[in-house]
Nanobody, 121 residues
Framework: QAQLVESGGGLVQAGGSLRLSCAAS????????MGWFRQAPGKERVFVAA????????YSADYVKGRFTVSRDNAKNTVYLQMNSLKPEDTAVYYC??????????????WGQGTQVTVSS
């Protein structure tokens, strides 16, 4: 059974960094677009970034572009989200997901359970 498992979340001070990992198992996701989403308390889950099997990347908006970097290691079936210059407003549960939609903006078929990121001021 296909499974995505996130790790690397935690508590960090503003200005700090975290690297989230998403390990995929149960099938090969090398041809999937792998995405990261986040859900802040009381808010809807929103798209953060995604990476295609070619390595090309998609970022949601200026508020993460330049601070967050998505990457993948197909040999390890793992996707990463490097987050730098973290701000309190980045506090959220971060989810990894997979889709076969090459745009990276369509429906995602597989989801991880999420990892909490808390940024203190």
């Amino acid at each position: 059974q296909a499974q995505l498992v996130e790790s690397g979340g935690g508590l960090v001070q503003a200005g700090g960094s975290l690297r989230l990992s998403c390990a995929a198992s149960g099938r090969t996701f090398s041809t999937y677009v792998m995405g990261w989403f986040r859900q802040a308390p009381g808010k809807e889950r929103v798209f953060v970034a995604a990476i295609r099997w070619t390595g090309s990347t998609i970022y949601s908006a200026d508020y993460v572009k330049g601070r967050f970097t998505v990457s993948r290691d197909n040999a390890k079936n793992t996707v990463y989200l490097q987050m730098n210059s973290l701000k309190p407003e980045d506090t959220a549960v971060y989810y990894c997901a997979a889709t076969q939609d090459p745009s990276g903006r369509g429906d995602y078929n597989y989801w991880g359970q999420g990892t909490q990121v808390t940024v203190s001021s």
